[in-house]
């Protein structure tokens, strides 16, 4: 996916004067050597920072050596104003780290203090306002700072890509979804630019397309994809039109962006304009890392880009649908793995998940559409959803969302999607998430998220949790048992009989 940032982290020391600068260039090393003993992308900074100008010096050698990602690492107790000053200047992700101490046989000459220092540290980039990422324990020795080092790439891939991303929309955000409705500002806040554009100007590119030297071999692409699983195979040139109008776009409008996504709206005028419904290419484009949303979803959008960037991996967005009937619960007791009822619900949309995400992907039509725009038809204009049953495994929803008053918050929730048919149509699957009947009463409605989540398809909630804490989001998760939220009722209901009453003494 070349939608994504590459990493390329460099580990800088520091040393606090009065400490041996050895003692942090050879702990640097030792980190330096566990990164390469794990497989793990990392470049030396040789500039050890004691003072201010070896921050600045340290920036050029980073810059030089194009480092997109930093590792602050004590080796020392650390000088906290230069290393402070050092994390805001860089610009780019960074984790700040300690060294722990190595033996019991050197506690004169080799004792650090790394331990104490990171707490002045901390204190410093408080005054100078820096968001770091700091590791649930970031102290360590050699192997396990690799470790940190290695949960660090994927957070610090988010940031990067938050910061060089380009949303592109088309039409305004249909009335009948007004959830899908949230003020931008706070995406510029973020550094991710906004391109709102009219269905006029995506349906003149459109039109502009008719004999584009390209359609026969997208068509073919697409067929080759598909297979068998073409049910609609007169549909694909216009499809293939369509790819190419929104690739060209892309390329054409990206100006000082590197990265980029879509918000577009696709029905009705949609269908009754273009002939087709774009599902199929909005699926393709979410394998290529470029998730594309409906219904002119932005924050659903970013939403699916951030679950893309955590896992290296396409996601999806879905309808937090339906629940799950009870006959159907009962039938497949082996594969619901214990979870309850209320545990269970089905995740839905028209067919924009990518196909290598579904078993048999098969295109088909979008049987609401055709309900509405062409009944007692044979479809037509309604061609164009790619349809299965989402794949078994491991999942995290995701929601990155603006409150209407500009209040960014956040969401996310592991679970694992299940082996069962769901016995319906669009691109759906069963999932099943801890606790999700009280999450869904006490996160979901209670602070008012829309029915649009981002779907991942590897847990990913560690590295999204931590993105959020960096960015300063509010994040919500789906609590055990035994942590109630805060506006859980904590009482049972009293015995009523069956009149709703409870025993009265007359």
């Not at 706070?186 to 390209?214: A, C, Q, R, W």
């Not at 204009?381 to 008053?405: D, H, M, N, P, V």
């Amino acid at each position: 996916m070349n939608n994504l940032p590459t990493i390329n982290a460099g580990i800088v020391v520091v040393s606090r004067d009065c400490f041996p600068i050895e003692l942090s260039r050879e702990r640097r090393k030792k980190v330096f050597k566990a990164c390469k003993n794990k497989k793990l992308q990392i470049t030396e900074v040789e500039t050890i920072v004691e003072n201010e100008t070896d921050v600045m010096n340290a920036l050029k050698e980073i810059d030089k050596k194009d480092i997109n990602a930093l590792v602050i690492y004590l080796g020392n107790f650390g000088p906290e104003g230069p290393l402070s000053m050092l994390a805001r200047k860089f610009d780019g992700p960074v984790m700040m780290v300690a060294a722990a101490e190595e033996s019991g046989k050197d506690l004169f000459g080799g004792r650090g203090d790394a331990y104490c220092g990171l707490l002045s540290a901390s204190y410093n980039t408080g005054l100078r306002n820096v968001r770091l990422y700091l590791p649930e324990y970031p102290v360590g020795m050699p192997d396990e700072i690799a470790g940190k080092i290695r949960d660090f790439t994927p957070v610090a891939r988010v940031i990067i890509g938050l910061r060089k991303l380009k949303i592109f929309s088309f039409g305004p955000r249909p009335y009948d979804f007004l959830t899908c409705h949230a003020p931008i500002k706070p995406l510029f806040d973020l550094g991710i630019e906004v391109m709102e554009n009219s269905e006029l100007d995506l349906y003149e590119l459109y039109n502009k397309t008719e004999n584009h030297p390209d359609i026969p071999a997208i068509s073919a692409e697409m067929q080759k994809e598909l297979g068998s699983g073409n049910q609609m195979p007169g549909v694909l040139p216009k499809l293939a039109r369509y790819e190419i109008v929104l690739r060209e776009f892309m390329d054409n409008n990206l100006g000082a962006s590197e990265y980029a996504v879509f918000a577009n709206k696709c029905w009705p005028a949609f269908q009754t304009s273009f002939g087709f419904v774009p599902c199929y290419v909005n699926s393709r484009f979410a394998a290529r890392g470029i998730p594309i949303a409906c219904e002119a979803d932005i924050y659903g959008a970013l939403s699916e880009y951030i679950l893309t960037c955590a896992s290296d991996f396409p996601a999806t967005l879905l309808d937090i649908n339906n629940t799950v009937p009870y006959d159907m619960y009962e039938e497949a007791k082996e594969q619901v793995k214990g979870y309850r009822p209320h545990e269970l619900f089905m995740g839905f949309h028209c067919g924009n998940t990518a196909a290598c995400l579904l078993n048999d992907p098969t295109m088909k039509y979008q049987l609401i559409m055709h309900r509405l725009l062409e009944p007692e038809k044979d479809p037509d204009i309604t061609r164009g959803t790619l349809e299965g049953t989402i794949k078994t495994g491991e999942t995290t929803l995701f929601r990155f969302q603006s409150t209407a008053e500009g209040q960014l918050k956040a969401y996310v929730a592991e679970g694992e999607i299940l082996n069962i048919n769901p016995k319906t149509f669009g691109g759906t699957g069963i999932f099943a998430l801890p606790e999700m009947d009280r999450f869904y009463r006490h996160v979901l409605l209670e602070h008012k998220f829309p029915h649009h989540t981002g779907v991942g398809f590897r847990h990913a909630g560690k590295i999204l949790f931590s993105v959020c804490k960096m960015l300063g989001v509010d994040v919500f998760f789906n609590q055990p048992k035994e942590m109630p939220y805060p506006s859980e009722n904590p009482f049972k209901s009293m015995t009523l009989d069956e009149n709703g009453r409870s025993e009265v003494c007359l």
